[in-house]
Protein backbone atom coordinates (compact mmCIF):
# COMPACT_ATOMS: atom_id res chain seq x y z
CA UNK A 1 0.00 0.00 0.00
CA UNK A 2 3.04 2.21 0.71
CA UNK A 3 3.85 1.66 -2.85
CA UNK A 4 1.00 3.29 -4.14
CA UNK A 5 0.74 6.00 -1.80
CA UNK A 6 4.00 7.19 -2.62
CA UNK A 7 3.30 7.05 -6.31
CA UNK A 8 0.28 8.80 -5.86
CA UNK A 9 2.11 11.98 -4.30
CA UNK A 10 4.46 11.91 -7.05
CA UNK A 11 1.58 12.22 -9.47
CA UNK A 12 -0.22 14.91 -7.37
CA UNK A 13 3.06 16.94 -6.65
CA UNK A 14 3.32 16.77 -11.25
CA UNK A 15 2.79 20.07 -13.17
CA UNK A 16 0.13 19.83 -15.92
CA UNK A 17 1.28 18.26 -18.65
CA UNK A 18 -0.86 20.72 -21.49
CA UNK A 19 1.22 23.72 -18.72
CA UNK A 20 4.40 22.22 -19.49
CA UNK A 21 3.77 21.71 -23.10
CA UNK A 22 3.47 25.16 -23.73
CA UNK A 23 6.38 25.82 -21.47
CA UNK A 24 8.71 23.89 -24.01
CA UNK A 25 7.68 25.58 -26.94
CA UNK A 26 7.80 28.94 -25.19
CA UNK A 27 11.47 27.69 -24.31
CA UNK A 28 12.25 26.69 -27.91
CA UNK A 29 10.85 29.63 -30.03
CA UNK A 30 11.45 32.28 -26.87
CA UNK A 31 8.38 33.06 -27.84
CA UNK A 32 4.43 32.47 -26.85
CA UNK A 33 3.59 34.03 -29.95
CA UNK A 34 6.09 31.22 -32.07
CA UNK A 35 4.52 28.68 -29.54
CA UNK A 36 0.93 29.50 -30.07
CA UNK A 37 1.30 28.89 -33.97
CA UNK A 38 3.48 25.58 -33.51
CA UNK A 39 0.80 24.03 -30.96
CA UNK A 40 -2.03 25.25 -32.76
CA UNK A 41 -3.77 27.24 -29.70
CA UNK A 42 -4.06 31.10 -29.04
CA UNK A 43 -1.07 33.32 -27.55
CA UNK A 44 -3.22 33.73 -24.05
CA UNK A 45 -4.09 29.84 -24.10
CA UNK A 46 -0.18 29.94 -23.95
CA UNK A 47 0.07 32.91 -21.61
CA UNK A 48 -2.57 31.01 -19.13
CA UNK A 49 -0.81 27.60 -19.09
CA UNK A 50 2.98 28.80 -18.38
CA UNK A 51 1.33 31.30 -15.53
CA UNK A 52 -0.18 28.63 -13.94
CA UNK A 53 3.02 26.80 -14.30
CA UNK A 54 4.72 29.06 -12.42
CA UNK A 55 2.14 29.24 -9.64
CA UNK A 56 2.94 25.90 -9.46
CA UNK A 57 6.53 26.04 -9.13
CA UNK A 58 6.54 29.03 -7.25
CA UNK A 59 8.94 30.68 -9.54
CA UNK A 60 9.06 32.69 -12.97
CA UNK A 61 10.12 31.04 -15.57
CA UNK A 62 10.67 33.65 -18.34
CA UNK A 63 11.84 37.17 -18.21
CA UNK A 64 10.28 39.39 -20.55
CA UNK A 65 12.10 41.19 -23.22
CA UNK A 66 10.50 43.29 -25.71
CA UNK A 67 9.24 40.39 -27.74
CA UNK A 68 10.60 37.79 -26.99
CA UNK A 69 11.36 35.95 -23.46
CA UNK A 70 14.17 34.53 -22.07
CA UNK A 71 14.32 31.49 -20.04
CA UNK A 72 14.95 32.26 -16.30
CA UNK A 73 17.93 30.19 -14.23
CA UNK A 74 15.05 28.33 -12.60
CA UNK A 75 13.06 28.05 -16.38
CA UNK A 76 16.40 26.85 -17.59
CA UNK A 77 16.91 23.99 -15.65
CA UNK A 78 13.39 22.90 -15.83
CA UNK A 79 13.41 23.23 -19.62
CA UNK A 80 16.37 20.79 -19.67
CA UNK A 81 14.47 18.19 -17.45
CA UNK A 82 11.45 18.67 -19.12
CA UNK A 83 12.94 18.55 -22.81
CA UNK A 84 14.68 15.02 -22.14
CA UNK A 85 10.88 13.78 -20.27
CA UNK A 86 9.25 14.68 -23.59
CA UNK A 87 11.83 13.15 -25.99
CA UNK A 88 11.67 10.20 -24.12
CA UNK A 89 7.89 10.31 -24.49
CA UNK A 90 8.00 10.44 -28.08
CA UNK A 91 10.58 7.82 -29.01
CA UNK A 92 8.50 5.13 -26.60
CA UNK A 93 5.18 6.65 -28.42
CA UNK A 94 6.72 5.90 -31.86
CA UNK A 95 8.17 2.38 -31.07
CA UNK A 96 5.01 1.52 -29.70
CA UNK A 97 3.11 2.94 -33.08
CA UNK A 98 5.72 1.06 -35.05
CA UNK A 99 5.76 -2.44 -33.04
CA UNK A 100 1.90 -2.60 -31.72
CA UNK A 101 -0.18 0.13 -34.18
CA UNK A 102 -2.08 -0.94 -37.18
CA UNK A 103 0.78 -1.14 -39.63
CA UNK A 104 3.22 -1.88 -37.43
CA UNK A 105 6.51 -3.05 -38.62
CA UNK A 106 8.46 -5.55 -36.37
CA UNK A 107 11.96 -4.52 -34.20
CA UNK A 108 14.41 -6.47 -33.16
CA UNK A 109 16.93 -5.34 -30.67
CA UNK A 110 20.27 -7.66 -31.06
CA UNK A 111 23.61 -7.31 -28.85
CA UNK A 112 26.98 -8.43 -29.54
CA UNK A 113 30.58 -6.77 -29.40
CA UNK A 114 31.75 -3.58 -31.27
CA UNK A 115 33.95 -6.22 -33.49
CA UNK A 116 31.25 -8.70 -34.35
CA UNK A 117 29.54 -5.73 -35.40
CA UNK A 118 32.12 -3.62 -37.53
CA UNK A 119 33.56 -7.01 -39.02
CA UNK A 120 30.78 -9.54 -39.47
CA UNK A 121 27.30 -7.45 -39.33
CA UNK A 122 28.03 -4.97 -41.28
CA UNK A 123 29.22 -6.41 -44.52
CA UNK A 124 25.87 -8.94 -44.19
CA UNK A 125 23.06 -6.45 -43.00
CA UNK A 126 22.50 -5.51 -46.25
CA UNK A 127 21.16 -8.95 -47.48
CA UNK A 128 18.99 -9.59 -44.50
CA UNK A 129 17.30 -5.93 -45.11
CA UNK A 130 16.76 -6.84 -48.70
CA UNK A 131 15.14 -9.81 -47.66
CA UNK A 132 13.17 -8.79 -44.30
CA UNK A 133 11.89 -5.01 -46.06
CA UNK A 134 9.30 -5.12 -42.64
CA UNK A 135 11.86 -5.80 -40.29
CA UNK A 136 13.86 -2.83 -38.63
CA UNK A 137 16.86 -3.48 -36.29
CA UNK A 138 17.98 -1.94 -33.04
CA UNK A 139 21.53 -3.15 -32.74
CA UNK A 140 23.43 -2.91 -29.21
CA UNK A 141 27.51 -3.21 -28.58
CA UNK A 142 28.57 -4.19 -25.60
CA UNK A 143 32.27 -5.92 -23.87
CA UNK A 144 29.85 -6.13 -21.00
CA UNK A 145 26.83 -8.96 -21.40
CA UNK A 146 26.19 -9.21 -18.19
CA UNK A 147 25.28 -5.59 -17.15
CA UNK A 148 23.07 -3.83 -19.53
CA UNK A 149 22.07 -0.41 -19.07
CA UNK A 150 18.16 -0.18 -17.77
CA UNK A 151 15.16 -0.27 -20.48
CA UNK A 152 17.84 -2.44 -23.23
CA UNK A 153 16.29 -5.83 -23.59
CA UNK A 154 17.77 -7.67 -26.26
CA UNK A 155 15.30 -9.74 -28.45
CA UNK A 156 19.09 -11.81 -29.31
CA UNK A 157 22.48 -12.16 -27.96
CA UNK A 158 25.82 -13.05 -29.93
CA UNK A 159 28.41 -13.73 -27.46
CA UNK A 160 30.52 -15.74 -25.44
CA UNK A 161 28.29 -16.66 -22.72
CA UNK A 162 26.67 -20.08 -22.94
CA UNK A 163 24.33 -18.57 -20.29
CA UNK A 164 23.89 -15.08 -20.99
CA UNK A 165 20.60 -14.20 -18.85
CA UNK A 166 17.66 -16.09 -17.45
CA UNK A 167 15.14 -16.90 -20.30
CA UNK A 168 17.16 -17.28 -23.07
CA UNK A 169 17.62 -20.18 -25.31
CA UNK A 170 21.50 -20.63 -26.32
CA UNK A 171 22.62 -22.25 -30.13
CA UNK A 172 26.27 -23.22 -29.83
CA UNK A 173 27.50 -21.51 -33.10
CA UNK A 174 31.64 -21.79 -33.58
CA UNK A 175 34.98 -21.37 -31.32
CA UNK A 176 37.53 -19.80 -32.02
CA UNK A 177 40.56 -19.67 -34.85
CA UNK A 178 43.56 -17.70 -34.10
CA UNK A 179 46.21 -16.92 -36.50
CA UNK A 180 48.46 -13.84 -37.84
CA UNK A 181 47.33 -11.02 -40.68
CA UNK A 182 48.74 -8.74 -42.58
CA UNK A 183 48.85 -7.00 -45.93
CA UNK A 184 50.55 -8.63 -48.62
CA UNK A 185 52.43 -5.20 -49.06
CA UNK A 186 53.37 -5.22 -45.66
CA UNK A 187 54.94 -9.14 -46.25
CA UNK A 188 55.96 -8.01 -48.79
CA UNK A 189 58.34 -5.47 -46.86
CA UNK A 190 58.70 -7.40 -43.94
CA UNK A 191 59.72 -11.20 -45.08
CA UNK A 192 61.15 -11.89 -42.08
CA UNK A 193 57.48 -12.26 -41.09
CA UNK A 194 57.27 -16.06 -42.69
CA UNK A 195 59.24 -17.01 -39.64
CA UNK A 196 57.79 -17.44 -36.05
CA UNK A 197 61.00 -15.41 -34.87
CA UNK A 198 60.90 -12.42 -37.69
CA UNK A 199 57.18 -12.00 -36.41
CA UNK A 200 58.14 -12.69 -33.12
CA UNK A 201 60.54 -9.79 -33.49
CA UNK A 202 58.30 -7.44 -36.08
CA UNK A 203 55.94 -4.98 -35.47
CA UNK A 204 53.31 -6.75 -33.43
CA UNK A 205 49.69 -5.11 -33.20
CA UNK A 206 48.51 -6.50 -29.40
CA UNK A 207 45.09 -6.66 -28.50
CA UNK A 208 44.79 -5.53 -25.09
CA UNK A 209 42.50 -7.51 -22.41
CA UNK A 210 41.54 -4.33 -20.70
CA UNK A 211 37.95 -3.92 -20.15
CA UNK A 212 37.42 -7.14 -21.47
CA UNK A 213 36.97 -8.98 -18.12
CA UNK A 214 33.97 -11.06 -18.65
CA UNK A 215 35.55 -12.91 -21.76
CA UNK A 216 36.81 -16.87 -20.18
CA UNK A 217 39.76 -16.62 -22.10
CA UNK A 218 42.26 -13.96 -23.63
CA UNK A 219 44.35 -14.46 -26.33
CA UNK A 220 47.03 -12.02 -27.16
CA UNK A 221 50.50 -12.12 -28.71
CA UNK A 222 52.45 -13.59 -25.53
CA UNK A 223 49.36 -16.59 -25.31
CA UNK A 224 49.90 -16.95 -28.92
CA UNK A 225 53.69 -17.22 -29.24
CA UNK A 226 53.62 -19.74 -26.22
CA UNK A 227 51.45 -21.84 -27.55
CA UNK A 228 54.11 -21.97 -30.82
CA UNK A 229 56.68 -22.60 -28.09
CA UNK A 230 58.30 -18.96 -28.04
CA UNK A 231 58.57 -16.22 -25.51
CA UNK A 232 57.20 -13.08 -26.65
CA UNK A 233 60.26 -11.62 -24.16
CA UNK A 234 62.64 -12.65 -26.10
CA UNK A 235 61.77 -10.15 -28.74
CA UNK A 236 64.99 -7.56 -29.47
CA UNK A 237 64.61 -4.85 -26.48
CA UNK A 238 65.62 -2.04 -29.14
CA UNK A 239 63.21 -3.92 -31.50
CA UNK A 240 60.27 -3.01 -33.41
CA UNK A 241 57.32 -0.94 -32.24
CA UNK A 242 54.98 -3.36 -29.81
CA UNK A 243 51.54 -1.77 -30.29
CA UNK A 244 48.75 -2.26 -27.64
CA UNK A 245 44.80 -1.35 -27.65
CA UNK A 246 41.54 -3.09 -26.47
CA UNK A 247 40.06 -1.63 -29.79
CA UNK A 248 39.71 -4.75 -32.18
CA UNK A 249 38.27 -2.91 -34.99
CA UNK A 250 41.04 -0.44 -34.65
CA UNK A 251 43.92 -3.54 -34.31
CA UNK A 252 42.44 -4.78 -38.00
CA UNK A 253 42.17 -1.67 -39.35
CA UNK A 254 45.71 -0.45 -38.44
CA UNK A 255 46.84 -3.85 -40.03
CA UNK A 256 44.75 -2.96 -43.26
CA UNK A 257 46.89 0.22 -43.57
CA UNK A 258 50.16 -1.89 -43.52
CA UNK A 259 51.03 -0.66 -39.97
CA UNK A 260 51.94 -3.75 -38.39
CA UNK A 261 51.23 -8.03 -38.01
CA UNK A 262 47.84 -8.42 -36.27
CA UNK A 263 46.29 -11.62 -34.68
CA UNK A 264 43.40 -12.39 -36.60
CA UNK A 265 39.77 -14.22 -35.21
CA UNK A 266 38.79 -16.49 -38.00
CA UNK A 267 35.09 -15.25 -38.51
CA UNK A 268 36.25 -12.03 -38.18
CA UNK A 269 38.71 -11.16 -40.84
CA UNK A 270 38.19 -14.68 -42.80
CA UNK A 271 36.26 -12.36 -45.80
CA UNK A 272 39.57 -9.93 -45.80
CA UNK A 273 41.73 -12.45 -46.68
CA UNK A 274 39.30 -14.28 -49.15
CA UNK A 275 39.33 -10.59 -50.64
CA UNK A 276 43.19 -10.73 -50.68
CA UNK A 277 42.99 -7.56 -48.58
CA UNK A 278 45.18 -9.64 -45.41
CA UNK A 279 47.21 -12.79 -45.95
CA UNK A 280 48.57 -15.62 -43.12
CA UNK A 281 52.21 -14.59 -43.19
CA UNK A 282 52.66 -18.20 -41.18
CA UNK A 283 50.52 -21.05 -41.43
CA UNK A 284 50.35 -21.98 -37.65
CA UNK A 285 46.95 -20.72 -36.10
CA UNK A 286 45.66 -21.12 -32.57
CA UNK A 287 42.09 -23.43 -32.11
CA UNK A 288 40.46 -23.13 -28.91
CA UNK A 289 38.02 -26.27 -29.22
CA UNK A 290 36.41 -25.66 -25.70
CA UNK A 291 34.69 -22.23 -26.16
CA UNK A 292 32.05 -21.08 -28.14
CA UNK A 293 30.26 -18.25 -29.18
CA UNK A 294 26.61 -18.31 -28.95
CA UNK A 295 23.29 -17.27 -30.58
CA UNK A 296 21.03 -16.51 -27.84
CA UNK A 297 17.35 -15.49 -28.05
CA UNK A 298 14.07 -14.70 -25.66
CA UNK A 299 12.38 -18.22 -25.36
CA UNK A 300 9.12 -16.80 -24.85
CA UNK A 301 9.72 -15.53 -28.61
CA UNK A 302 11.02 -18.94 -30.10
CA UNK A 303 8.15 -18.99 -32.33
CA UNK A 304 7.97 -15.12 -33.03
CA UNK A 305 8.09 -14.37 -36.95
CA UNK A 306 10.96 -11.93 -36.67
CA UNK A 307 13.10 -13.86 -34.85
CA UNK A 308 12.78 -16.89 -36.27
CA UNK A 309 13.50 -15.01 -39.82
CA UNK A 310 16.41 -13.75 -38.50
CA UNK A 311 17.95 -16.51 -36.63
CA UNK A 312 17.57 -18.55 -40.07
CA UNK A 313 18.96 -15.75 -41.96
CA UNK A 314 21.73 -15.61 -39.67
CA UNK A 315 22.91 -19.64 -39.29
CA UNK A 316 22.59 -19.05 -43.49
CA UNK A 317 25.18 -16.87 -43.15
CA UNK A 318 27.42 -18.64 -41.04
CA UNK A 319 26.83 -21.82 -43.03
CA UNK A 320 28.12 -19.86 -46.40
Known amino acids: ?????????????????????????AARHESFTRA?????????????????????????????????VKLTPAGSIFFDAAQVSFINLAQAATRIRKDYGDNARRTLTLCCTPAFSALWMSRRLPSFFDENPDID????????????EPGVYP?????KHASVRDGYVSKTLFHDRIYPVCTPSYLAAHPEARTLEGLRDGILLNLSPYGRSQIAEHVDWGV??????????????TGSHYFNVNDYSLLVQM??????????????????IAEGRLV??????MVLEETHHYL????ESANDDALVRFRTWFLAQLDS
Not at 6 to 18: E, G, I, V, W
Not at 155 to 159: L, P
Not at 258 to 266: C, F, S, T
Request: hydrophobic residues 45%; proline residues 4%.
Open 224 to 237: WLAIQHLDIDDRPS
Open 255 to 272: ALNDQGVALGWDHLVAPL
Open 137 to 148: LDLVTTQNFLVM
Open 36 to 68: AETLCVTQAAISRQIRELEEHLGTALFERVGRS
Open 1 to 25: MTKHANADQMLLKMPSLRAVKCFVA
Open 280 to 285: RPVPQE
Open 296 to 299: AYRE
Open 155 to 159: DVFIT
